[in-house]
């Protein structure tokens, strides 16, 4: 694999793309969640009042959507949507001048602050798993991989915009990311979309050419895959900072627990290796097959066991099928449920487990500010706010920047947080 930035043509001259994505986008790991009718009318609204600003600016639409007014604009734009729609609970705040005033614009929407995301991912295009795709097979389509570089030949042409040119573009130079960290999705080892090998090489150069260490790694461990815990003192040598599981995963269809034989062995291992990070990817179920192990009640207990070590939980065990409302003890998924196990665990705030955002916050921000301001809500409240971490799943959705716009900007309704006791 090769790092060449390609050029980013202008692939929407009439400006129907929106800065910031509203949509029924999955990242490949849930089934896409159709928007509705208040969905389609903020996207809707967002665009007439572009239009509107445009003209009274003197520029074309797609002009004023590349500027932080447009951006402004669009999130604004989202705001009346969400209130109309009885969406109160969290809002975007942004001064209503910043649709016209770019550097008022800029100095609510813009950097002030360093960003270590910790879940991006990408693929090799031509990697040894391409070759063992059946005839005709095109796995991992997303809306980005309809990029210029799609209209490559070729019949999977379409995977470079999820390749690593294109990650080096959407997240280092199109985004205000500091530092990432690259992940890896479940797989045998003979299918794997990524290797160790072809991740490791990314980075190096990544260094080479920003001067400075941006792209740290995770290493793949599926503790019920024959091999996979032996594998991790190779893993090792690549200087990963963390292992990555997925307990609803399995080779046979069956997932495990953190706390069976091979989940707790897991951790032994890393903790001997010296890696005192696992990660691991709660909510966001694969489907019906062993859906149980997608869900959080193991957390706790595995945290409690090893306290010196950290877990890390991928997308906090949301669920893209029901809101997130205030915390609920008898509800056994999504956000509630790590958190009743922690509490079950005696696991304290601020100590060895930590919720990771990735998707989740992309999904409940743009979607129901309701459910956003629950969801950040309850995890600063019971996770700790010095242990919810910055995630975007990216590049899976393009750029990340829209979601650092929308998380800068986001504010809890103070009536939530007078009723709930949430954190400003």
Partial sequence: MSILIPPS??????????PVKLDSTSNGEFAPVP??????????????????????LGKSRRSFLTTMSGAASTLLAFNAAHARAGRNGGFFEIANDAKLDPQLAASQLGKREFIF??????????????????????????????????????ERAYLDCIGPDQFVKDV????????????????TREDEPLTIEEASA???????????????????????????????????????????????????????????DVGAAF?????????????????????????????????????????????????????????EGPYDPARTDGIDALITSVQAAGVKPNSNV??????????????????????????????????VLWGTDSIWYGSP????????????SEALREKFGYPT
Wanted: charged share 25%; hydrophobic share 35%; glycine share 8%.
């Fill in 9 to 18: 043509p202008d692939l929407d001259p009439h400006g129907i793309r929106l």
């Fill in 35 to 56: 928007l509705d009718d208040s969905h389609r009318h903020a996207n809707h609204l967002a665009r007439e009042w572009a239009d509107e600003l445009s003209r009274r």
């Fill in 202 to 260: 990314t980075r190096d150069i990544v260094e080479k050419l920003e001067g400075s260490q941006r792209l740290m790694l995770h290493g793949r461990v599926n503790p019920n895959q024959p091999g996979d815990i032996e594998d991790m003192e190779r893993l090792e040598e690549f200087g990963v900072v963390a292992f990555k599981t997925y307990t609803q995963w399995g080779p046979s269809g069956a997932g495990f627990w953190m706390t069976d």
């Fill in 117 to 154: 995301d910790v879940q991006g991912h990408f693929v090799n295009p031509t990697g040894a798993w391409t070759k063992r795709l059946p005839p005709g097979a095109k796995p991992l389509q997303f809306p980005s991989t309809s990029c210029d570089l799609a209209k490559r030949p070729g």
């Fill in 172 to 187: 280092f130079l199109d985004s205000d990311t500091d530092l990432m960290v690259l992940s890896f999705v479940p797989s």
């Fill in 354 to 387: 930590y919720a990771e955002l990735g998707s989740t916050w992309r999904f409940v921000s743009m979607r129901d500010p309701d459910s956003a301001a629950h969801a950040m809500g309850k995890l600063f409240t019971y996770i700790g706010e010095d242990n």
């Fill in 267 to 323: 951790v032994e291992k890393a903790r001997k290796l010296g890696v005192r990070n696992i990660c691991i990817h709660k909510g966001f179920d694969f489907g019906p097959a062993s859906y149980e192990h997608s869900t959080c009640r193991d957390i706790g207990p595995i945290a409690r066991r090893f306290p010196d070590m950290n877990f890390l939980i991928y997308h906090s065990g949301f669920v893209s099928t029901k809101p």
């Fill in 401 to 412: 920047q829209d979601q650092i716009q929308a998380f800068r900007t986001f504010q809890i």
